[in-house]
């Protein structure tokens, strides 16, 4: 017989040998504590496992928790500090700062009084008019696909990264209020592999552009689907401007966001993307309607 | 498989430069999260629990907690695995405060026996033995019913226990060791009785 506390020791290394599919260490001439060992692997048996349904789902529902969470915490936070924590807004404010400041001191400096008298026959500079052939820039927001519906501006196609993967919204930009409206998404393969997404149709949020709030959201489906190399699947959900409580939602400016959950190829995990693919205006109620 | 590798320590991500970039991070941190450990929580409740549809909502609880608490996670003071452990076991005693204190094992509850070609006498057996093994775990006390689920179910070491429990870790190897031998003895008198 051993002592008990070595025999203690002893059994806790064994059970974690057991536990990585190892053979215990011990030698066996001790029936008592063999039987121990023996004992132990039968509790084993009494473990279980996850379904690869309910892991699936519960990740699902927790990024979009964590989604939400980050748009609150983003809204809190004040717009100053917003506009700075985005690196292409930040980029855009330092550019446009460091250009006003270098125009500043060659003004100062009188290094651009000789150019004055000959601006009109001066090439672009800093400051231009814009170019009166180049079309408007709302000709171009209106050049989109399936009649009347169209990408938000400033919102272009979302690639979910790592992948080939991209996703279109389409949104009419104004809606009248309290009128059904209807929300496409294109989901776009432009790699040459498949891509494997899961819980189509995705979940989609609605969300008030200028507090971050979710106003309404559309549950996840359960369905798998692969999408073929340059082959582009589309989703339709028609919205009736109601939110999560059931009333109508206040004009304004909306974005749509999309939980996209696909697998990569590198390591086949599920992971999944939130992303915004369009925004729009619910136009003010008319009083004299 | 039946232990991973020791769970990873890191915590939420801050990502020094941008909001866009720190709620990836942080995002990124809680998949990581849930990927490495949410297994063992499972586990560790079920084998508590002895039920997977308890299991799979307690899992659920303690995620979403973990998700409305993660900025306040320091990986200075316990591995994620630890402190979800931590979490799942408080979930675990308040589900068994709602259901009346007592942890019931009842016969729906054992899990049935999966078998290419089971034979009926042969399945009733293992599964009267399963309800069996888990009678004799809910007879012993608290503590050593979570020292037994979180090594047998969830695969921890000593020293996790420990700090999941907050006990020395001689501790949890003396508890171990005697919880066993309890649930030992328990099993042959019922396999005694059985076979007379």
Redesign the interface.
Known sequence: MRP?DE???Q??AD??R????EESLSVQDDADYA??LQ??Q?????????TEQ??GK??N???V???E??ARQ?KS?PWFV?LF???SL?LAVVSTFMVVAAVGLLWRADLLAPLSPRADEAGPGIMTTPDPSAPPETEERTAAPDNDMLTMEGVPPAAVPDTTLMVVGHVPPHAAYSEPMSITFEFRNEGTEPVSLAFFPPAVHIRDAATGDIVYSFAPGERSHAIRPMEVRSYRIDWDQQDLQGSQVQPGRYMIDVAVAEQTVADE?W??EMMTVATFSIETVNSGD | MLAEADPHTGGPGRAESGQGEQVRSRREEFEDMYDTCMPRVYRYVSYRTGNPSVAEDITAEVFEKALRHFDNYRKEKASQATWLMAIARNAITDYFRREGRVQVVREEDAPEEVSEVPAVEEQMERSEEVRQLRLCLAGLPKIDQDIISLKFGAGMNNREIARTLQVSESNVGTRLYRAVQRMREAFKGWEHETQR
């Open positions: 008990r025999n203690e020791r059994f806790a059970i974690d057991l536990l990585r599919g039987e121990a004992f132990a039968r509790l084993m048996q009494l473990r279980d496992e996850p309910f892991a519960l990740r529902r927790l990024v928790k964590l989604a969470q980050d983003e936070v917003r924590s985005r690196p930040r995990r992971r999944t």
